[in-house]
Every structure is written in C-alpha cells, then in structure tokens.
C-alpha cells in the first residue's frame, strides 16, 4: 500500500508574528515586517532594513538557561517545534520514538554566536571564548536539539541549500515517511543572520535592497522598481506523518504532501538560468511525482524575493510548466511582507501553503505597484483574495543553482 503523508502541525516565528494565527492574520491584512535594523548600527552601510522579530522572547517555550546555550536560529527552531507539537495534539509517549525524525533546513548556521565570539577572542583572547561557541554554531544543533528535547531517535540532520534549504528539507522528510523510513518528521527551518558581517556581504555583492527611506515598499517582488531583497530571520516548523498515523489518532490534517522537485541549474554562483531550466524541471518534477495536471494547482507561493532576476526568470519557469493555465493561478510572494528568511524561507511559506488550503485565503503580493512587463502574471496584488484552494505549490530557489518545489493539496479521502 503506498504510504500518504499529511500535515498535522505547524508553529511559526516570523517579522509579521509568532504562532500561526498572528502570522496568518498579518499576511491576510497585507502587513510589512520590514523596519531599520535594530540590533547593530548601520552607520556606513548601504542596506539598513530588515525583517527583525522584534522583543523575542523565547522562555514562553523553552527554559532560561537553556535558551541561553542556543543561538537565536536554533531558538527560533525550538520554540517552532513546540508550537508545531502542541498544535498537533501528538502525544509523544504514545508514539514509536524511533519512529519519528527532524529534518531542518539551515543556510548559515550561528552567525551571531560565531561575530560575538570572534570579537572575545580578538579583544580577550583565547582561553575566553565561549566553550558553548560550536554547538551554538553548527546548523545541525538546531534538529539536534529538537531530536533531544523529543527525544526522537528516528532520522536527524539538517539540509543545507542557501535560500532552498527548508523546502528540501520539507520534501527529504516527506520521502522518508513515504519510504517507510519513519512515520512522523519535525521539518521545516530557521535562520537568523541579520548581522553586520552578513549585512554587509550581501550588500557588497548588489542583493539587497537600499530602499532606506522607504523600508516599507523595499520588499517588493516582481514590481518593476524592485532592487533586491530585504534579509530577514525567523523560522517555522511542520509536522509530517503518515496518513494512517494521523488518522488512527484522529489528527487534524491542513494538507497532504503530495510532490517534490529537487534540481540544480548547473549555470552560475548566484545568477538563476537565463532560461530558468533548473526551476522548470523543479516544478515538473514535483508535478510528476505527484501525478496530477498543471491544471490542478491553484496557488504558488513564489520564491519572489524582489530581485531583477530572480521574479522575471520565475515568472518565465512558471510560463514553462504551466504554458496558457500559468495565467489562471494566483500567484504571491509572502516576501514581500516578511522579508526574505534565506534558509528558513521555505519552512515559512509551507506553513503559509497550510493556512491557505485551511481557509481558503490567498496572501497578496503586497507594494506591487508599478508592473513589470516581465512579470505579467496573477500575483495577487496588494490585496487578499478568498478562493477555495484545493492544491498549492511552494518554490525555493538558492544560490549555486539549487531549486526546490513542494505541492501540498488538500487532503481527500
């Protein structure tokens, strides 16, 4: 019997809101989370916004001292996961341990932890720097702490694929429950690399957006005057399981996982495929795999990170696979209020997918103002749209050429 895998869980830390409802909520009223930095001076740099969540507190779900041995990412992580957990009504001494996993996606890992002690070192030197300085680093503590704090025993470990890493994430943990390799998977990501050192990176190679004055417009995927994304943190979690799992303990389910896509443009460090090849074969692939007709899909969630190449060569991906249908699909980028999430932008808008089909809203493209005849599909602008939505498709496009694609349809018997 094939193996089917729903969604029974979400949990959410994003710039627009923490847990579920506040997120959806915001995304529904078109609410930007972008803002001047706050947690380093900007002086002298040419990007100075960004999608911060602000006054984070993350002891409402885990302890002090505990909190205080993670770095944010791996906070933002934790805390999703026990959201995702209690929204799921799992009870974990019920379950198989060994039979559930946690797949995450990390882009970068502990940057803060690693600035902040690179800055002990060079001022106090050696001997004190922090012994909690590599846990705290290390991308892959984020699913190991979630493992330990489960204590999971099924399988662990963290993707790692730039702006793609929680899609694939999403789309390893649903192969491995669809492979009888366990039956319940914590998946999603985190990211939390709003530092001066990545700032400043990103800034020098031309990807962020220097719309200062007007931070709350800079967000603003396949609008003509875009000039970059605006870096953001946050994360989100997933709770995947099997189907007759879920049922058995009679779970709410938000969708059924039902395809992924996973292909490399093979092309170039940061520019996407002038003819968008690997992101149209990402999106087929998952069409394939899922076995149904372009035709099903109502909703994309774009990748849409408000860049010149990246909305108009998606723009052209979409137009590939879908040909004349491309023009019947709405189409958003939640970017355009939280900003972009980098490695846990994916987990995030899974999460946004999940609410959709759960209440038949589609989040607007917000600050699409001024349209680019590049961009000349149904982004849903500006405003929120309420259609019933029976399939969506999630696309995460990062650096190196690595794309990902995940399809979530409702679930019917």
């Given at each position: 019997m094939e193996r089917r895998v729903v969604v029974t869980g979400v949990g959410a830390v994003t710039p627009i809101g923490i847990g579920k409802e506040e997120f959806f909520k915001a995304l529904k009223m078109g609410k930007s989370g972008i803002a001047p930095i706050e947690s380093f001076n900007t002086e002298g740099f040419s990007s100075k916004i960004a999608g911060e969540v602000k006054n984070w507190d993350p002891t409402p779900w885990i302890e002090p001292r505990e909190a205080k041995k993670m770095d944010r990412y791996c906070q933002f992580a934790v805390a999703s996961s026990n959201m995702a957990?209690?929204?799921?009504?799992?009870n974990l001494e019920e379950i198989d341990r060994n039979r559930a996993g946690v797949i995450l996606g990390v882009g970068m890992g502990g940057l803060t932890t690693y600035e902040e002690q690179f800055k002990v070192y060079n001022e106090k030197g050696a001997r004190r720097v922090s012994p909690f300085l590599v846990p705290m680093m290390i991308s892959n503590l984020a699913a190991g702490t979630?493992?330990?704090?489960?204590?999971?025993?099924?399988?662990?470990y963290v993707v790692t694929a730039a702006c793609a890493s929680s899609t694939h994430a999403i789309g390893e943990a649903f192969l491995k429950i669809k492979n009888n390799l366990c039956d319940i998977c914590f998946?999603?990501?985190s990211e939390s690399t709003i530092t001066p050192t990545t700032v400043a990176g990103f800034a020098s190679m031309k990807a962020l957006s220097t719309r200062n004055e007007e931070y709350n417009i800079a967000s603003s995927p396949f609008d003509k005057k875009r000039d970059g994304f605006v870096i953001a943190e946050?994360?989100?979690?997933?709770?995947?399981?099997?189907?007759?799992?879920?049922?058995?303990r009679g779970a709410k389910i938000y969708g059924e996982v039902i395809g992924y896509g996973a292909t490399d443009d093979a092309y170039h460090?940061?520019?996407?495929?002038?003819?968008?090849?690997?992101?149209s074969r990402s999106m087929q692939i998952a069409l394939d795999m899922a076995g149904i007709e372009k035709e099903k899909i109502d909703y994309i969630n774009a990748h849409g990170t408000s860049t010149p190449f990246n909305d108009r060569l998606e723009t052209k991906a979409i137009k590939n696979v879908f040909g004349e249908h491309a023009k019947n699909i709405n189409i958003s980028s939640t970017k355009s209020m939280t900003g972009h999430l980098l490695g846990g932008a994916g987990a995030v808008e899974a999460v946004a997918c999940a609410m959709v089909l759960t209440e038949n809203v589609i989040p607007p493209t917000i600050n699409y103002q001024d349209p680019d005849p590049d961009c000349d599909?149904?982004?849903?602008p500006n405003t929120a749209v309420e259609k019933k939505v029976n399939c969506t498709l999630s696309n995460s496009f990062g650096f190196g050429g690595q794309n990902s694609t995940i399809i979530i349809a409702r679930y019917g018997k």
């Open positions: 957990l209690e929204d799921s009504g799992l979630v493992g330990i704090n489960f204590k999971l025993g099924g399988p662990n998946t999603g990501g946050g994360g989100a979690i997933i709770v995947l399981e099997e189907l007759e799992h879920a049922l058995k460090m940061t520019q996407p495929h002038p003819d968008a090849d690997g992101a599909l149904n982004y849903t």
